[in-house]
């Protein structure tokens, strides 16, 4: 069809511009358009960021915990701590309860990192440029979203 012809009139449920997945979707690549330049300041790709965020959080974490909570299968993270060992920013150790169990320690490297990563989610946080009111709104909306699909796909 030549690309000055019309297309035929479409239903809305097939309008890309009026699906919220295509909203969530379009969202997540600018943001991670963002935080692209942001994060390779500090040698980091942003599911490494996420990673590391869960360390901060909690100081050590087996890799089953740390996939839990990006909702990613171990396979997936193991690749990203491996990377993260190698920068030399965390370990990884043999839990001594359970020798099964891999967990991934933060380096002082990897903690000293911390400091400079705020200023990352600040300015993001600065691009964004909405009210931090407005933000955490969003952001507990998509977190029931999330849920809510994750609950359906289990069912």
């Known amino acids: 069809m030549p690309s000055n012809a019309t297309a035929p009139p479409i239903e809305p449920?097939?309008?890309?511009?009026?699906?919220?997945?295509?909203?969530?979707?379009?969202?997540?690549l600018a943001a991670t358009q963002v935080y692209k330049p942001l994060l390779g300041e500090l040698g980091l790709t942003y599911p490494q960021f996420l990673v590391l965020m869960?360390?901060?959080e909690e100081g050590s974490a087996s890799v089953g915990?740390?996939?839990?909570r990006l909702f990613q299968s171990p396979a997936a993270i193991t690749p990203m701590v491996k990377r993260l060992e190698q920068a030399g920013l965390v370990s990884r150790e043999r839990d001594q309860q359970d020798e099964r169990l891999v967990n991934v320690v933060l380096t002082?490297?990897?903690?000293?990192?911390?400091?400079?990563a705020a200023g990352v989610s600040d300015q993001f946080a600065q691009t964004c440029a909405i009210s931090a009111e407005?933000?955490?709104?969003?952001?507990?909306?998509?977190?029931?979203?999330?849920?809510?699909?994750?609950?359906?796909?289990?069912?």
């Open 54 to 56: 869960v360390l901060w």
């Open 13 to 28: 449920q097939l309008q890309l511009d009026l699906r919220l997945c295509f909203s969530l979707y379009a969202a997540s």
């Open 108 to 116: 002082e490297a990897g903690q000293a990192l911390r400091q400079r």
């Open 65 to 68: 915990r740390i996939a839990g």
């Open 134 to 155: 407005q933000a955490g709104a969003l952001r507990e909306q998509l977190v029931q979203l999330g849920q809510r699909l994750r609950d359906s796909s289990a069912a």
